[in-house]
């Protein structure tokens, strides 16, 4: 199997990873796009309670975030300077709260405090200190999937600190990714992309398949560029359908 080397800022790219995250963000840009549907009367779904939205959602925050876990195996595994860390993360952070910014905007009783941007920059914090724990990782992950099902207590309902994930019931936000249970995903991430860079570093390292290069190399290069992705979509989105209904409502 040949392998594929995409460099960027001198750290080489691994495409299979890229369209892994890429296929994530496409998924979810998707799921947003019935949302806004919905939320302008084209369809008519129940996203907090039916299962094939909630199950969806979940699915999709699993994989993007077990990405972020694959994702710092990977930077670790290259020596990602300290500076090259800090400064990602601060783009993460920066746009996570133009998120809560923008949903208060549109959504003022149900705005987003601590969605999945929010968390994937506290979780980016535990993985660059929780990486030389090596095996130990997937004992953490299962210790953080399964505590909110052991512990939770009203003092955590409150959004100061609902972050935490240890609430007695779902908040009422537009989005919310709390540390736990979704720290243990991410851990896991962190954990198969350490053993894969050792025992099977193909896996991630590899070209794409011949038969999923034609859709897959767009996908990884969404993955590149997910960030940018991810703030652009819904805005790009909402015009979109915003801009639909205005049309037909208008039509005689």
């Not at 009367?41 to 999709?60: C, E, K, V």
Request: hydrophobic share 55%.
């Amino acid at each position: 199997m040949t392998r594929a080397v995409t460099r960027v800022h001198g750290a080489e790219r691994f495409e299979r990873l890229d369209a892994l995250r890429g296929a994530a963000i496409v998924w979810m840009a998707g799921f947003h796009f019935c949302f806004d549907l919905n939320q302008a009367g084209f369809l008519s779904q129940n996203f907090y309670d039916d299962p094939l939205w909630t199950t969806q959602r979940s699915a999709i925050v699993s994989l993007f975030v077990f990405c972020v876990g694959l994702s710092q195996a990977v930077a670790l595994d290259q020596g990602q300077a300290g500076a090259r860390f800090w400064t990602r993360w601060a783009q993460v952070a920066g746009c996570a709260l133009l998120v809560s910014a923008g949903s208060w905007f549109m959504f003022p009783h149900s705005y987003i405090s601590f969605g999945v941007l929010h968390g994937i920059a506290v979780m980016l914090l535990v993985l660059r200190v929780a990486a030389p724990a090596q095996r130990w990782l997937w004992p953490l992950g299962a210790l953080a999937l399964l505590l909110p099902l052991w512990v939770a207590h009203p003092f955590f309902d409150s959004r100061a600190a609902n972050w935490i994930g240890l609430v007695t019931h779902k908040p009422i936000t537009e989005d919310h990714v709390p540390l736990l249970p979704w720290l243990g995903v991410a851990l896991w991430g962190l954990a198969a992309g350490q053993w894969a860079l050792r025992q099977r570093r193909g896996w991630l390292g590899d070209a794409l398949p011949a038969g999923l290069r034609a859709a897959g190399r767009p996908l990884a290069w969404l993955g590149r560029h997910s960030l940018l992705f991810y703030m652009a979509h819904q805005p790009v989105l909402i015009a979109l359908v915003t801009t639909a209904a205005w049309w037909l409502h208008r039509s005689p």
